[in-house]
């Protein structure tokens, strides 16, 4: 039973263009949620994080919006550099407990 | 060193083996994760540890795996007769501060391979 879901396990941008990685949830008590980015061989390093009393944080080129009522996120990356292809694993957390993650979403930023 | 650090990198074994992968965490950092990714999966969590807290090891899949962590630092997981479905890559994470959520310090991982 996966709490957490990104149903797409890849996508292809071209450089210069939004980037839009989805994520699913299904626990309604999930209040905390993170995007992690991993390269191969390496560990998963954080990217972006939001609160659920937050609909959109912004960190430069990186933006995550919440839509809790259809518990739907969304990463969005613009624009969309070589640099940026990874696996993209979204996680959320209820309260003080360990974080769940999705399987991931593998990017590719063509040039 | 300053990031979370794990060994070994990669570990091959024959089944019915015990293994052991360790994780040296941020200094200062008082919570320790561990999960496991598996081909094609999530992260899995296994386990945490918090201070000098009772861990929570409601993720590890079976009696055969088990994990310390000595003087409130180094953790060490243990897993017993290996199996092949416990070939995965195990990542350790630290968390400064009393809370679980945030930004977690993810080591490299231990790639482990049971044959």
């Known amino acids: 039973d996966q709490q957490v879901k990104q149903n797409s396990p890849s996508l292809s941008v071209q450089e210069g263009r939004i980037s839009i990685l989805n994520c699913d949830y299904t626990?309604?008590?999930?209040?905390?949620f993170l995007w992690y980015k991993k390269y191969p061989a390496e560990g998963p390093t954080f990217l972006i994080s939001i609160s659920s009393i937050k609909d959109k944080n912004e960190d430069g080129r990186f933006t995550v919006f919440l839509n809790k009522s259809a518990k739907h996120l969304s990463l969005h990356i613009v624009p969309s550099q070589p640099g940026d292809s990874a696996v993209y694993f979204c996680?959320?957390?209820?309260?003080?407990?360990?974080?769940?993650f999705g399987k991931g979403t593998r990017l590719s930023v063509i040039a | 060193g300053a990031g979370v650090s794990q060994s070994p990198s990669n570990k091959v074994t024959e089944k019915g083996k015990d293994v052991e992968l360790r994780c040296d965490p941020i200094?200062?950092?008082?919570?320790l994760y561990w999960y496991r990714q598996s081909l094609g999966q999530g992260l899995e969590f296994l386990i945490y540890f918090q201070g000098n807290s009772a861990p929570d090891k409601s993720g590890l899949p079976s009696d055969r795996f088990s994990a310390e962590r000595t003087g409130g630092s180094v953790s060490t997981l243990t897993i017993q007769r290996t199996q092949q479905e416990d070939s995965a890559v195990y990542l350790c994470a630290s968390i400064s501060g009393t809370g679980l959520t945030g930004e977690l310090f993810f080591g490299e991982g231990s790639r482990l391979t049971v044959l």
């Open positions: 996680a959320a957390s209820e309260g003080n407990t360990p974080l769940v």
């Open positions: 626990n309604s008590m999930f209040d905390y």
């Open positions: 200094s200062g950092h008082t919570a």
